[in-house]
């Protein structure tokens, strides 16, 4: 059984340019949630995506950012007209039932310069 | 809003030393803890986690997780480190009706030989 999948693993994006950021979760699993690490931070949770639906998108900046997750294919996480804080690494994580209880299992992530 | 407090940055052990990292939390209910653990340049993994039942939890890797209810508390210990356990690790605390997870800000362990 595949992990959770991301692509790109890096991406560099010159400032004003937009970052696409794909996630495809594990066989089974139809919750994905997006977390955001900044240099020698912790994980922050962005937002988290049921097929077809934004469940909770409270960690997302309110501008640039957008996310979804199709019935068809992997979830996307668009940044627009990318600026130099946007730098990070982007985790995606899936979890097989929407208890909190259930643990995330996570992708190795996609790495993100902004230059 | 619940958060999670790993008061050590980093901690240095010599090999075949036990560890314990420790891992406060704040929550209203009952959580649910996990620890994942970060190689360089890598994803998360998960160690071990705790949502109800027996307070003492086993992982992988020889690792293993007390939740202390009293304290507030959930520390992951080894009793002999080895040179690949050296990472970064986090704790995190899910709750019941949200499914994000809220993490503590790391603890970056380095292992001497």
């Known amino acids: 059984n595949a992990g959770v999948m991301q692509n790109p693993r890096h991406l560099v994006r010159r400032r004003g340019q937009e970052a696409r950021l794909r996630c495809s979760p594990m066989k089974g699993h139809s919750h994905v949630y997006w977390y955001r690490q900044l240099p020698e931070e912790g994980l922050k949770f962005m937002v988290y995506?049921?097929?077809?639906?934004?469940?909770?998108e409270s960690g997302m900046p309110k501008e640039r950012f957008s996310a979804e997750f199709p019935k068809e294919g992997p979830s996307i996480l668009r940044i627009q007209q990318v600026v130099r804080g946007d730098s990070a690494a982007y985790f995606c994580?899936?979890?097989?039932?929407?208890?909190?209880?259930?643990?995330?299992?996570f992708g190795p992530g996609t790495r993100l310069t902004v230059t | 809003a619940q958060s999670v407090t790993q008061p050590d940055i980093h901690i240095t052990v010599s090999e075949g030393a036990s560890l314990e990292l420790r891992c406060n939390y704040s929550?209203?209910?009952?959580?649910?803890l996990f620890w994942y653990v970060q190689s360089p340049g890598q994803g998360l993994q998960l160690l071990l986690k705790?949502?109800?039942?027996?307070?003492l939890v086993q992982g992988i890797k020889g690792f293993e997780a007390e939740f202390k209810r009293s304290q507030s508390s959930f520390n992951l210990r080894k009793p002999s480190v080895h040179w690949s356990d050296a990472a970064e690790y986090f704790c995190a605390v899910g709750t019941g009706t949200a499914s994000k997870l809220t993490f503590g800000t790391g603890t970056r362990l380095q292992v001497t030989l």
């Open positions: 994580a899936s979890s097989p039932t929407t208890k909190g209880g259930n643990e995330q299992y």
């Open positions: 929550y209203g209910a009952t959580p649910y």
């Open positions: 705790y949502f109800s039942g027996d307070t």
């Open positions: 995506l049921q097929k077809e639906n934004i469940i909770d």
